[in-house]
């Protein structure tokens, strides 16, 4: 074990304090690069139930079953699990009582963590593990699983975990939807809209961090964008996800209107801003109206209000196809 290099290709039981979670893992939202393992495994715990695979562990032990996905640590001995972090993070939670207070301590985020019997803990220190040489290698089976096959990330890991595949050299989107069994242009919506959140990050518009959700929703964003409304207000051409997609896809004259469709999808925890989007059917097609209409954007944008503004949108939309003075028709 002193070189693992030397194990690519293989499967093996591997101690579970050799393993390292994957700071690049396509679940994590926002920046997890720099993240302490506290972090990591409480935005895993908060996303990725791991209370139910707590209590499943705590009283079955730990089924080793499944290889975890491992891809050799740039220095030392360890393994950083590309496949299997939440069991990774589970195993550590049960048998690391100082990591679950640390994480009450530093994440404020109180896990608790079932009794089991002795007779499982020995289940907890060994896990069988399959080497790759490179996260390349690991790629198609892990974008099977996850994206089409029997364990569906969530719209936003999905997204990540194509978005970086597709950064590889000489790989294309139609190879990358092939490989994990995409057959409704999905991928290539998704990755438009990863380029575009990291435009709005890099211009220092918007974080996801930042919103004022609990929860990522993903979808909302590229669901709204493949709407003709909110193409015309970021300045898109129509059609432009269905190409190959590239980074700052947005106009630089139409950045300020990006931060304002990203706040008002996902609001903002430093400025106070609550989304007005709640859920995303109808909330992302009735702001798109609003979006199309200057009166009634301009109430949004006085008020935060999606259903004052969207009222004005149908008001206006009476006066435009009845030809008659707004009040004197609904009044009438």
Same mark, same amino acid.
């Given at each position: 074990m002193d070189d693992q290099r030397s194990g690519v290709g293989t499967t093996r039981r591997v101690p579970v304090e050799q393993l390292r979670l994957d700071r690049h893992n396509p679940r994590l939202v926002g920046a997890a690069a720099a993240a302490s393992d506290e972090a990591i495994i409480a935005q895993l715990y908060r996303s990725a139930e791991l209370d139910e695979l707590l209590q499943s562990i705590s009283t079955n032990g730990y089924l080793d079953i499944e290889p975890l996905v491992a891809v050799a640590a740039p220095e030392g001995d360890a393994l950083i699990v590309l496949e299997g972090n939440r069991r990774l993070a589970t195993l550590r939670l049960l048998r690391e009582p100082d990591l679950v207070r640390k994480i009450a301590s530093s994440e404020r985020l109180t896990i608790s963590v079932p009794d089991f019997e002795n007779a499982v803990r020995p289940t907890f220190g060994r896990v069988t593990v399959y080497q790759v040489a490179s996260r390349q290698e690991a790629r198609p089976f892990i974008g099977f699983k996850h994206i089409n096959g029997p364990a569906k990330w969530d719209a936003y890991a999905k997204a990540r975990f194509a978005a970086d595949w597709y950064r590889q050299e000489g790989v294309t989107l139609e190879q990358i939807a092939e490989a994990v069994g995409d057959r409704h242009a999905t991928v290539k919506r998704m990755v438009s809209a990863i380029y575009v959140l990291e435009q709005a990050s890099k211009r220092n518009l918007f974080e996801i961090d930042d919103r004022d959700t609990p929860k990522f929703n993903f979808s909302h964003l590229y669901t709204a964008l493949s709407r003709s409304q909110y193409m015309d207000y970021l300045g898109l051409e129509p059609g432009w996800a269905r190409h190959d997609p590239q980074p700052d896809q947005i106009p630089e004259d139409k $950045?300020?209107?990006?931060?304002?469709? $990203?706040?008002?999808?996902?609001?903002?925890?430093?400025?106070?801003?609550?989304?007005?989007?709640?859920v995303q059917n109808p909330d992302i097609k009735r702001l798109g109206e609003v979006l199309a209409h200057t009166e009634a954007r301009h109430v949004l944008e006085q008020t935060g209000d999606l259903d004052q503004a969207h009222a004005k949108h149908r008001v206006r939309g009476l006066t435009l196809h009845c030809g008659a003075d707004p009040v004197t028709r609904l009044d009438s």
């Open positions: $950045l300020p209107e990006l931060k304002n469709v $990203l706040v008002w999808i996902y609001g903002s925890e430093s400025a106070d801003t609550r989304p007005v989007v709640r």
